[in-house]
């Protein structure tokens, strides 16, 4: 039940807050220059995973951002795991990251693809890119010609200059 409750909150945080809001979910990275984030492929065909991981590859421009593609990742930390689904959620995909409500430092993390939704090649390239901003720790935003906008019809299929701002101001030495 806790586990379930500190989902809900991390998956709440993740979706309302903007990145540059005190307190924000994120992974840590310590004295590294880059936090490094292991994606594994759980439960997703080959076409949604090319989507992941080319939207893994557009995060991973930022400066703070590595990215590693595995089977299975190597622990239970900085591990964010991919599954597809069909679910009736009015959602394409949704992202989950499990933090430390202390400290707000992210251990583990999900996101899941809805193929109710993924028909089309732009869809998944959105939703991909969309949820791993979220898994990354950004929220949505308003403006710009992002992923990471709330709503379809006004999301574009690529990160932006002000997303690899964000990445850089929520990884920023403490």
């Known amino acids: 039940m ?23 979910p994120h992974w840590y990275r310590g004295e ?6 292991y ?18 590859a557009q995060w991973a421009r930022s400066s703070r951002i590595r990215v590693v593609y595995v089977k299975r990742c ?6 964010v795991k991919v599954y597809q689904v069909r679910s009736a959620r009015n959602m394409a995909g949704w992202a989950t990251l499990n933090y430390d409500p202390g400290t707000n430092t992210a251990w583990y993390g999900t996101l899941h693809l809805n193929t109710r939704y993924l ?33 379809f019809a006004t999301m574009y299929g690529h990160p932006d200059a002000t997303d690899y701002a964000n990445l850089r101001a929520l990884y920023r030495r403490p």
């Open 119 to 151: 028909t089309t090649a732009a869809a998944r390239r959105k939703t991909a890119c969309h949820e791993l901003g979220h898994a990354l720790g950004l929220g949505h935003r308003r403006t710009g010609r992002t992923c990471m906008r709330d709503g």
């Open 32 to 37: 590294e220059t880059q936090v490094t984030v």
């Open 2 to 24: 806790l586990r379930k409750l500190v989902a809900a909150i991390a998956f709440l945080a993740v979706a309302v807050l903007p990145a540059t809001a005190l307190g924000q």
């Open 74 to 79: 190597p622990s239970s930390y900085y591990c």
């Open 39 to 56: 994606v594994e492929r759980t439960r997703v065909d080959a076409t949604n995973w090319s989507y992941v991981k080319r939207a893994g």
